[in-house]
């Protein structure tokens, strides 16, 4: 459902912000933006990308939900380097080349290890970060957890930190889909019919609506201005109703 798909892109961008800035990297200067040209496969940016290419392919392919954070990501990571679309490039290949390997995944792990052996916190936030990629089209596949489960015992983190962030994972996307659930109850409520209703039934309630309160009809009526604006403010309601009720029916 369309509201659920931008609660959780809304989720993963705020995550982004709050839990692993891609300018706290031990190779970005805080103050000026770095000229990196070296293998960023020895470069934290680098062998996140090559980790989160291992989870977003886990399940066979990449779902449309992962793109929009692969592509938010490359931006921002990019764009603490003076060189920014050149990293941005390379951070695409990087991707490319390791989503179709799995053979690797311990040893990308190592190197990413030695570079933040002295902070368990930033590990702790890469795990939170690639499960939620993991966990972001509502589908926490076994493939998917195998890998996850390898990045996190190769990056030593506690069995106990692991299990307590998938759980965190687990109740924050029941209680979304919950709380989609509710919100297309009331889409249902708003035009008027129940969730048993065919296409057909729901194509016709929704004309009848936006016949009922189109502004222009209203203004034709030689209503005030006080009610066309409530005119238009139920038609855009009934227009979000409509528009997710046929978003779930997909």
């Known amino acids: 459902m369309k509201f659920l798909v931008l609660l959780l892109v809304a989720f993963v961008l705020y995550l ?33 990308v090559a980790l989160m290419a291992k989870v977003a392919k886990a399940d066979g392919q990449v779902s449309e939900l992962e793109a929009q954070v692969l592509q938010h ?6 764009s603490h380097f003076e ?18 390997s799995f053979d690797n995944t311990v040893d990308v ?21 690639l499960l939620n990629l993991a966990f972001i089209d509502k589908d926490f596949s076994k493939t998917e957890e195998m890998i996850v489960e390898d990045i996190a015992s190769a990056l030593k983190i506690k069995q106990s930190d692991y299990e307590n962030i998938v759980q965190n994972f687990k109740n924050f996307y029941a209680n979304a889909a919950q709380n989609a659930s509710k919100t297309l109850d ?5 035009l008027g019919i129940n969730v048993q209703s065919d296409d057909k039934t729901i194509k016709n ?17 030689g209503a005030s201005q006080n009610i066309i604006d ?13 528009q997710m009720i046929k978003e779930s029916k997909k």
């Open 73 to 78: 990501t490359f931006s921002d990571i990019s």
């Open 186 to 190: 009331e889409a249902y409520e708003i």
């Open 83 to 100: 060189n920014q679309e050149e990293i941005r490039e390379k951070l695409k290949e990087i991707f490319s080349k390791e989503k179709d």
């Open 230 to 242: 409530e005119a238009t403010s139920k038609l855009q309601e009934i227009n979000e109703a409509y």
């Open 16 to 48: 982004i912000s709050r839990s692993y800035k891609t300018e706290k990297f031990v190779n970005i200067n805080l103050k000026v933006k770095d000229r990196y040209t070296g293998d960023l496969m020895h470069h934290e940016a680098g062998l996140l």
């Open 205 to 221: 309630a929704y004309r009848a609506l936006v016949k009922k309160y189109h502004p222009d009809i209203i203004t034709g009526q």
């Open 109 to 129: 792990c190592n190197k990413l290890y030695k570079l933040t052996s002295n902070d368990y916190t930033k590990r702790v936030k890469v795990l939170e970060y």
